[in-house]
């Protein structure tokens, strides 16, 4: 059997088979002497990673007796080295200028001991492990590799080096002998560089314009393309100083800065600019002025030069900033050492004047309408909310997040006579300036009427009307209470509206169900019907408009489910709060509703809380007038007077009381033809006369025709209301007042007080 040499050969592929070689392969080659020399007895590696490297000048005697004669002069002329690697025995031999190009000329003696560990402990550290993996890679397929590489001398200079290799199979098909070329690339790798760099900073301008014009697109006011300016980091070249300034009315003004001291601008901030300014020549021409040196800018603006010095930057950038063919401001761009911008620098910063022209030409149209926007709202809705004894009051407005940012939402407080008080809360169809005007003239006659005394189905009647007769082809929604301060009792009228929400005493909420009408508007002649309902001592009762329960992504009933937990929510009390709790139940109310800047409606909001006289209990005298014909009137007084008895402390008087009160003001309305006054007073005594309680009910008429009292028959329908405040009174009695008499009866009970 054929034995296989001494020397192992490398791994060989996977699934690869070693072959017998024939006879005459079994013999070693012939050697020179003198290359046998050189051989190292020890068994090589078949791989670079653990395999034995060795370097030495020349090239064998073999390889240079087979060089063609024009390879070497043209190797040298374009500094090229070769190489050639025994794989097998683990040898690299190189000529000179391989030697050179690799850096083993500068090597210390005795630090290369031709060991692979050496060699590659001159390369670079992140290199060495893929010039690694791309000779084994050619070792194990009998393939070509190469790669660019840097080495490291004993100096700490580094040089860049390239090569190119192919790995020749012996007569075993086994990895023998890998030779090629090697060349210092250190050119070439800095160019290489410079270009990578160059592409990476491009990419890096490339990626900044479109997050610049990405944030100043997103900018809304001027103050948003200051901010979004000032924090712009301009790639590759960082400035000491941002400023933006506009140009109005001749005169610039400073809206942001970075990168200055404070007040280091105020001498240019609202101040006209030096026609020798080149902030001035920059709006002028329209074009930006690039300023590379203090010397530059000494020689051509010496005007200016003395306040601009004191800030100590070296160079300079003015960018004009043009929309729709007019100057409206300037950017200065500003560094502390002196440069020349080269031409893609510049071409950046004038990409970026126009891109925060456009913005801030947007945000200036912007305030502007916001502006006249709330300027209209505020002079619309009233400007301040009156102060009314027994009540707090609190209000919001918020615009929508879109738009014009004016509408016809609006609430107002008007104070009635009697010390009540009425509330009311509207909005008229549509989004527009339009809908604002109708707003302001409904409101003014919605409070006119109230202020008036009319009842409140009347107001909102009346209202309905006007809204009609204007002919505005509008409608609006609204809801009027009138508020009895004396003992918390609330009217309540509804027009399409929403219905109010109370938060009681121990801090529920709930929607009280009002009768509700046609729109305002619609039908002249509707007629609305009122819904009574009381509140006690602290209670508060919320009116809004429908943008604050309902939006795109939230209908009606889940809005007003949330409206009703924030109002149950507990609050501060009066000493614990920095202000009074209503006020901070309205923030809470509006800051929940102000999170989106995408509401499509306006917000309008009205908190009364009943705050009953001093110690918590209602005034203990009620006082109403019922109109002649205005027979449900009789229906309401005996409804308030149930209330405001119980309020009292002295429940035991309500049924006596009703009845007797409702004898003596329907014996008022049917024997006169003028208005009824009713009066209900309650008396105490002091604790130490017994504290007993006395009730005085006073019915005044203006007729002069005295009650007489008679005994009717059996089948007679009437004449029986004297006979029963006689019997159940107390005392009672007629009184001559004027053109009048005044009826009147009392009721004495112990009435334990609330």
């Keep these: 059997m054929p034995t296989e040499p001494e020397s192992p050969g490398p791994a060989l592929p996977p699934g690869a088979r070693a072959v017998e070689p024939p006879p005459a392969a079994r013999q070693p080659a012939a050697r020179p002497p003198a290359q046998a020399s050189r051989r190292n007895p020890l068994r090589p590696s078949p791989t670079l990673a653990t395999g034995r490297l060795a370097l030495s000048g020349g090239l064998p005697p073999a390889s240079a007796d087979n060089m063609p004669d024009w390879l070497e002069p043209a190797m040298a002329a374009n500094g090229i080295g070769s190489f050639d690697w025994d794989i097998r025995r683990d040898v690299l031999e190189g000529d000179p200028r391989a030697c050179s190009i690799i850096g083993l000329d500068s090597v210390e003696k005795g630090r290369f001991d031709r060991t692979a560990a050496s060699f590659l402990a001159l390369l670079h550290p992140e290199d060495a492990p893929v010039v690694r993996r791309r000779v084994e890679r050619a070792v194990s397929e009998l393939g070509q590799c190469g790669a660019y590489y840097r080495t490291v001398g004993s100096n700490g200079a580094m040089r860049a080096v390239r090569f190119r290799g192919r790995v020749l199979a012996d007569a075993f098909g086994r990895a023998s002998r890998m030779v090629g070329f090697v060349w210092d690339a250190t050119v070439e790798l800095h160019k290489r560089d410079r270009a990578d760099r160059l592409a990476l900073l491009r990419e890096e301008r490339s990626r900044f314009i479109k997050e610049a014009a990405r944030a100043l697109s997103e900018a809304v006011t001027v103050r948003d393309v200051a901010r979004v300016f000032t924090e712009l980091p301009l790639p590759g070249l960082p400035p000491d100083g941002l400023v933006l300034a506009a140009f109005e009315a001749g005169r610039t003004r400073i809206l942001g800065a970075s990168g200055y001291r404070s007040g280091a601008l105020a001498v240019w901030d609202r101040t006209v600019l030096p026609a020798g300014h080149p902030a001035a020549e920059a709006l002028r021409q329209r074009t930006p002025v690039f300023i590379s040196s203090r010397e530059e800018f000494r020689g051509g603006y010496p005007e200016v030069w003395e306040q601009t010095s004191r800030n100590g930057r070296g160079s300079w950038a003015y960018l004009p900033l043009v929309a729709s063919g007019r100057a409206i401001g300037v950017c200065v761009v500003s560094f502390d050492d002196e440069r020349e911008l080269d031409p893609d620098e510049r071409t950046l910063l004038s990409t970026l004047g126009g891109l925060v022209a456009q913005s801030l030409a947007r945000a200036r149209l912007h305030d502007a309408e916001h502006e006249l926007a709330a300027g209209l709202q505020r002079v619309m809705l009233p400007r301040t909310v009156p102060s009314v004894p027994g009540v707090t009051t609190a209000v919001r407005y918020l615009a929508a997040g879109s738009g014009l940012q004016i509408g016809g939402d609006w609430y107002d407080v008007v104070p009635l006579p009697g010390g009540h008080v009425g509330l009311v809360i509207g909005d008229v169809q549509g989004h527009d300036v339009h809908a604002a ?22 107001v909102m009647a009346r209202a309905s009307r006007f809204l009609a007769d204007l002919d505005t082809d509008h409608f609006a929604t609204c809801t009027y209470a009138e508020v009895n301060v004396d003992y918390g009792v609330v009217y309540a009228v509804r027009a399409g509206h929403l219905d109010p929400v109370v938060r009681r005493a121990d801090g529920t909420a709930a929607v009280v169900p009002v009768a509700g009408g046609l729109p305002l508007g619609i039908d002249p002649d509707q007629e609305y019907r009122v819904t ?23 209908d009606l009933d889940e809005g007003i489910a949330r409206l009703t937990r924030v109002l149950a929510r507990p609050l501060p009390t009066i000493e614990e709060a920095a202000r009074d709790p209503l006020e901070e139940l309205a923030e809470r109310i509006a ?6 800047s995408e509401r499509e409606d306006d917000i ?9 006289p001093a110690g918590g209990l209602a005034a203990q005298q009620l006082r109403r007038r019922i109109g002649q014909a205005d027979l449900a009137r009789i229906s309401e007084v005996r409804a308030e007077l149930r209330d405001a008895l119980r309020r009292w402390g002295v429940a035991e008087f309500i049924d006596t009381a009703e009845l007797l009160s409702s004898e003596l003001v329907t014996n008022a309305i049917r024997h006169t033809d003028r208005d009824a006054m009713f009066t209900a007073r309650l008396y105490r005594e002091p604790e130490a006369a017994g504290g007993r309680a006395r009730l005085r009910v006073e019915v005044e008429d203006e007729s002069d025709l005295w009650p007489t009292r008679r005994t009717p028959g059996e089948q007679a329908s009437s004449g029986r209301g004297l006979m029963l405040v006689e019997a159940l009174a107390d005392a009672w009695g007629v009184e001559p007042r004027g053109s009048g008499k005044r009826m009147w009866f009392e009721l004495s009970g112990t009435g334990a007080a609330a």
């Design 437 to 458: 005007g109708i707003m302001g003239q409904l409101r003014i006659a919605l409070r006119a009427y109230a202020a008036e005394g009319h009842p409140p189905a009347a």
């Design 532 to 554: 009574r309902f009381s509140l006690d001592p602290g209670e508060t009762v919320l009116l809004c408009t429908d943008g604050l329960v309902e939006a795109r992504g939230m």
């Design 591 to 596: 800051s929940q509703a102000a999170d989106s």
């Design 604 to 612: 309008a909001l009205l908190l009364l809380r009943w705050d009953g």
